[in-house]
């Protein structure tokens, strides 16, 4: 006899209507926080959010559901051409829609400080192994996500949001996430502006996660902030899952 809806892990692989996995409620995730908070545990080194099209909204959303306490380092990248002033304007809407810092990445600076680091438009950043931004500038500003994923997955385990976009751009970032103990959160492509991206993630069958946008402040809180979430919420691989960085043409490909 199978087991009752109640008698499920949080975690469990279900589909939902649209065919996607399900996901845990938004109670559900908040009475397991609660249940077991004691001493504010941190598990994971970094919350990386990558977005495309949609994704000021996307990111506003989640930075807002935050507290300014949040102890974890995010680093936000999204595909964007340069302002013409040279200021980074997603740096000063994002700081209108949350109370953690806001800053913008700068070359050799700690990558560990607190609040939210935004990755400015044309530039590819990484995260060396002293934990400092190492940037360069972008030669396809419609893949900053993965290098970004691949070098802070390396360096500490990080949590991986892959938010509304076109193209594939974080599916690679994911592998490298997934490859180091960290979990991956997708947005429901039902719930994206383009579904794109979050269906290139979710078909390398290491999303932890697939969850609407107002859902994932939620799951990053109750990762990093409740001791024993992260081994509770973790979804096994699929056997069809892939952790090998796939190439355009759908071969193997190195992420450097």
């Known amino acids: 006899m199978g087991r009752s809806r109640a008698d499920r892990p949080l975690h469990a692989a279900t589909r939902n209507p649209r065919g996607y996995v ?11 926080m609660l249940a077991t908070r004691r001493n504010g545990v941190t598990t994971f080194g970094r919350v990386v959010l990558v977005a495309s099209l949609g994704g000021v909204d996307a990111f506003s959303t989640l930075l807002a559901g935050l507290p300014a306490t949040f102890p974890v380092p995010i680093a936000i990248a999204q595909h964007r051409k340069p302002s013409t002033n040279g200021d980074d304007a997603l740096t000063q809407i994002l700081a209108r829609h949350t109370s953690l810092p806001v800053r913008t ?3 050799g600076a700690s990558a560990h400080e607190s609040g939210a680091t935004i990755v400015s438009a044309g530039v590819s950043a990484a995260i ?5 931004w190492a940037l360069t500038s ?9 290098p970004l994923l691949l070098s802070s997955a390396e360096e500490v385990p990080t949590i991986a ?4 976009g076109r193209l594939a751009d974080g599916a690679n970032g994911c592998r490298a996430v997934k490859r180091n103990g960290g979990r991956v959160l997708i947005q429901d492509p039902a719930d994206a502006k383009a579904p794109s991206m979050p269906s290139h993630a979710i078909a390398t069958g290491c999303a932890d996660f ?4 107002n859902r994932l402040a939620t799951a990053v809180l109750a990762l990093t902030t409740a001791p024993g979430a992260a081994d509770l ?23 450097n």
Not at 210 to 213: A, D, I, Q
């Open 22 to 32: 399900s996901y845990p409620t938004q109670t559900a995730i908040l009475a397991l």
């Open 105 to 107: 990445a700068r070359h």
């Open 128 to 132: 060396d192994a002293n934990g400092s």
């Open 138 to 146: 972008a030669t396809d500003a419609t893949a900053v996500g993965d």
């Open 161 to 164: 949001v892959i938010l509304t």
């Open 210 to 213: 697939v969850l609407p946008l």
């Open 233 to 255: 919420l973790n979804v096994p691989l699929p056997p069809w899952a892939s952790l090998v960085a796939q190439g355009p043409d759908g071969g193997a490909a190195a992420l």
